[in-house]
């Protein structure tokens, strides 16, 4: 079965950092583009960062853009975000999927990250 | 960045009716479209991809439809187990982006 979990949230001063984890299992990691998509508790979803195979097309949303970065490690079938510049609006439940054609087919359970001071 | 606009925002309808409900693009995105129903308290869960293509163990009464800019997702028989809220989401180009989505409740 396909697993991804997410781990890294938390409560974080704003300005501050945390790096996010997914870890995947239950299916060949590095044939898929894997998301982040937040969602702010009661709001809609907000797609945050993707990346490809092999980390050569990565996108992020244009709130994020130069203060978090996206990236993969194949070996560890993991999938990391790396969150700098923390803002009171990026709390959110964050989750990670991995996609399929245009859509994303499986998801993780989240992992909350709070900004506040 | 693309916008999608879905409406309606909320809509109430009965045991059995077909409901539709639309996604409409800021501009043109080809069949690069999905759809996913959520309900609270759970991760969303895909129901369509490149607009009309069910994905596997999705329930038949789900269908997809549209191209270019217009795009719309039905339900053709509402079950109890459908309440929830519907978002679209655009694929065509980064940034990607969601509809606002459409809330769903039983009448």
């Known amino acids: 079965d396909v697993q991804l979990v997410e781990s890294g949230g938390g409560v974080v001063r704003p300005g501050g950092s945390l790096r996010l984890s997914c870890e995947a299992s239950?299916?060949?990691?590095?044939?898929?583009?894997m998301h982040w998509v937040r969602q702010v508790p009661g709001k809609g979803l907000e797609w945050v960062s993707a990346i490809n195979w092999n980390g050569g097309s990565i996108g992020y949303a244009d709130s994020v853009k130069g203060r978090f970065t996206v990236s993969r490690d194949n070996a560890k079938n993991s999938l990391y975000l790396q969150m700098n510049s923390l803002r009171v609006e990026d709390t959110a439940l964050y989750y990670c999927a991995r996609g399929h054609y245009s859509g994303s087919s499986h998801w993780g359970q989240g992992t909350l990250v709070t900004v506040s001071s | 960045a693309i916008q999608l606009t879905q409406s309606p925002s909320s809509l109430s309808a009965s045991v059995g009716d077909r409901v539709s409900f639309t996604c409409r693009a800021s501009q043109g995105i080809s069949n690069s479209l999905a759809w996913y129903q959520q309900k609270p308290g759970r991760a969303p869960n895909l129901l369509v991809y490149d607009a009309s293509n069910l994905e596997d163990g999705v329930p038949t009464r789900f269908s997809g439809s549209g191209s270019g800019t217009d795009f719309t997702l039905t339900i053709s028989s509402l079950q109890p187990e459908d309440v929830a809220t519907y978002y679209c989401?655009?694929?065509?180009?980064?940034?990607?982006?969601f509809g606002g989505g459409t809330k769903v409740e039983i009448k």
């Open positions: 239950g299916f060949t990691f590095d044939d898929y583009v």
């Open positions: 989401q655009q694929f065509n180009a980064y940034p990607l982006t």
